[in-house]
């Protein structure tokens, strides 16, 4: 295992520790008193710690000043945003043809689109993706493919959100979503140069995926539509395969 790799697994494991804390606490000492939510920002807190000590000073600096990088090619962005926007309306329209029951499309007020806004942006795409895609995926495809780093990442991940499937609030099939998304997301990162459109596209797609086209169907309702938007994003992967390899169109490796 390489100095890297050693990184990444350390990374990887004190995000799990941070994360999990709440679910294992239930379990060994069951009470109400524990909160038993995945805590998003476990790996913002994990990152920094690993590079602190395996890079110092100089190595926290280098991830800080990419966090900071938000020039990127307009497409990339446009990409970021309308593509998984349209898969989560193409994936209700689908849901609904093959006869999912559905419910009326949710109604917010400014004020809790806002608030909600701001609660997916810090739950999940931003300490997500500056963590997972700005630390992981960048150090690891200095050594691997961006695609096979892509997956290795993505397992990552998907380990990372084991209380959610245990527990039931996350269908399995998910795992499968996870992945193919790791893919996009290190593509949108090769092709952008920067972890800001990676960060749009998660939010997108759970904001939009979530908030609104999600809640359209209730309960076991919903699984033809997780299972349509699963096959919709390993579509796009493929199509990224096919146009760019397993560099994923990576030119030069992001400072």
């Not at 009326?104 to 609660?119: A, N």
């Not at 500056?130 to 992981?136: A, H, K, L």
């Not at 998304?181 to 998660?202: D, E, F, K, N, T």
Request: charge should be neutral.
């Amino acid at each position: 295992m390489t100095a890297i790799q050693r990184r990444i697994v350390i990374f990887f494991l004190l995000s799990y520790l941070l994360t999990w804390w709440g679910y294992a606490l239930v379990w060994l000492f069951p009470s109400q008193t524990w909160a038993a939510e995945n805590f998003a920002l476990g790996p913002l807190i994990a990152a920094p710690i690993v590079i602190w000590f395996t890079e110092g000073r100089d190595g926290l600096m280098r991830w800080l000043k990419r966090l900071i990088r938000f020039r990127a090619p307009v497409w990339v962005y446009t990409a970021a945003f309308f593509v998984p926007l349209g898969i989560a309306a193409l994936s209700t329209v689908f849901a609904i043809a093959v006869g999912a029951p559905a419910g009326p499309v949710p109604v917010y007020g400014p004020g809790e689109l806002v608030l909600y806004f701001g609660i997916v942006l810090i739950a999940g795409p931003f300490p997500e993706e500056v963590t997972f895609r700005g630390f992981g995926q960048h150090e690891l495809q200095t050594e691997i493919s961006p695609f096979a780093a892509s997956l290795w990442i993505g397992l990552g991940v998907v380990i990372w959100h084991l209380p959610l499937f245990i527990s039931g609030e996350d269908p399995w099939l998910i795992a499968i979503t996870v992945m193919a998304v790791s893919v996009v997301y290190a593509w949108l990162y090769c092709r952008g140069g920067s972890v800001w459109p990676v960060v749009i596209v998660h939010f997108t797609h759970n904001y939009f995926g979530a908030a609104f086209f999600g809640q359209i169907f209730a309960g076991p309702d919903r699984m033809p539509f997780v299972e349509i938007l699963t096959v919709l994003y390993i579509v796009w992967v493929a199509l990224i395969l096919w146009r760019q390899g397993s560099s994923l169109g990576l030119k030069q490796q992001p400072a």
